[in-house]
């Protein structure tokens, strides 16, 4: 069987983001945010960032809630214990690997 490679949408991160699967949403948005800067998709990534790393305080470790403010955690975008597996897992599966970046590479590699 030919498997089509795959487009993010923003059904699908939304998808994603109602099942709580919040890195594998932001990792979409951002990538469409690439594609088409809209008004639209930067609320979406900005609300995003704001939930994984503000509103869940108390899935940081200790010594990371000791040694950064909240502040600091989101402009260094210091994830939470539990977004951080989730992210490794996607990583380390190569979980979109399927998806069409060369669309976004060959737009950058041009500019």
Avoid: C, G
């Amino acid at each position: 069987m030919i498997r089509k490679k795959s487009t993010p949408t923003i059904t699908l991160a939304e998808l994603y983001e109602s099942q709580n699967h919040l890195m594998d949403a932001l990792l979409i948005y951002k990538f469409l945010k690439k594609e088409n800067p809209s008004e639209q998709i930067k609320e979406k990534i900005d609300k995003l960032e704001n939930k994984i790393f503000s509103e869940i305080e108390s899935q940081y470790l200790s010594v990371i809630q000791k040694v950064f403010t909240p502040e600091e955690r989101k402009f260094f975008q210091i994830l939470p214990h539990a977004q951080f597996l989730e992210f490794k897992k996607i990583i380390q599966q190569d979980k979109y690997s399927d998806i069409e970046f060369d669309k976004l590479r060959n737009k950058e590699e041009n500019r």
